[in-house]
């Protein structure tokens, strides 16, 4: 599998963006699919997720209300929506992905995914 993030840029507090991951290989409907962020100096954060074979989205409380990741099955892409951006969004931000059976509790840990993509930076100003 290979993923190809696109879509940051350089915003003001408030705009909106939205970010893409491109997906190759088979069975993309089944991977469970999540956009994570880091800033410098500090760890990989999950940000959103879709489970594997599902339509469950799930969010970090930081962005819940703000962010939307979907998924188009057709397109092999997913994405994530980010409005009502804050300068605390900005981050490197990478689409990640397993093609296994990942359970639910092990979602929002960066490491329990067999893929990711190069990531794409959003810096927001105030």
């Known amino acids: 599998v290979q993923l190809q993030a696109s879509g940051g840029g350089l915003v003001q507090a408030g705009d909106s963006l939205r970010l893409s991951c491109a997906a190759s290989?088979?069975?993309?409907?089944?991977?469970?699919m999540a956009w994570f962020r880091q800033a410098p100096g500090k760890e990989r954060d999950f940000v959103a997720a879709?489970?594997?074979?599902?339509?469950?989205?799930h969010y970090a409380d930081s962005v819940k209300g703000r962010f939307t990741i979907s998924r188009d099955t057709a397109k092999n892409t997913v994405y994530l929506q980010m409005n009502s951006l804050k300068p605390d969004d900005t981050a490197v931000y990478y689409c990640?992905?397993?093609?296994?059976?990942?359970?639910?509790?092990?979602?929002?840990?960066?490491?329990?995914?067999?893929?990711w993509g190069q990531g794409t930076q959003v810096t927001v100003s105030s």
């Open positions: 879709t489970f594997r074979g599902t339509s469950s989205t």
């Open positions: 990640e992905a397993d093609t296994g059976r990942m359970i639910m509790s092990s979602m929002r840990n960066p490491s329990a995914y067999n893929y």
């Open positions: 290989g088979p069975s993309f409907s089944r991977n469970t």
